[in-house]
């Protein structure tokens, strides 16, 4: 069981089949074509639908992986920090996240393929990001 994003109200329990998780993957595998060159940074909690395409995407594309600690997440320096020193390509999160960093490190997130989910996405914010020279994919949300 794996909790959806609460976006619409409280979180809700889902079961996921494995078939249905696979299709996902393979889907987001073609959109994004991820390389062994790629570096994704996954910042989700486990228990969130959103966090399987964290974890897994990476994996089976030949990508590497940073799971980001908690404490790290909730400190936009330290976020941008690991960024950089991981050469991340890709990370995914919620518009609340991204404004964050934009608003503290913009020059940290340059260049980076933005992943979008969670909560509506606010034209400022795609502005901003597209302005880096970051790539914006709106995946999910209200």
């Not at 996921?16 to 989700?44: G, I, Q, R, W």
């Not at 920090?81 to 518009?95: C, F, G, N, S």
Request: with cysteine.
């Amino acid at each position: 069981t794996i909790y959806t994003s609460g976006s619409t109200g409280n979180p809700k329990g889902v079961i996921v089949p494995m078939k249905a998780l696979s299709n996902f993957l393979l889907s987001m595998d073609d959109m994004f074509s991820l390389h062994e060159n790629d570096h994704l940074l996954a910042v989700t909690t486990f228990a969130f639908d959103i966090s399987a395409l964290e974890i897994y995407l990476p994996l089976i594309s030949g990508a590497s992986l940073t799971i980001v600690q908690k404490e790290v997440i909730q400190e936009p320096s330290a976020l941008t920090a690991l960024l950089q020193e991981e050469r991340v390509t890709i990370m995914q999160a919620t518009p609340t996240l991204w404004q964050a960093l934009v608003t503290e490190y913009p020059e940290r997130l340059q260049g980076l393929n933005v992943l979008v989910g969670g909560e509506a996405l606010p034209a400022h914010l795609a502005n901003t990001l597209k302005e880096l020279g970051c790539s914006i994919t709106n995946l999910y949300g209200p």
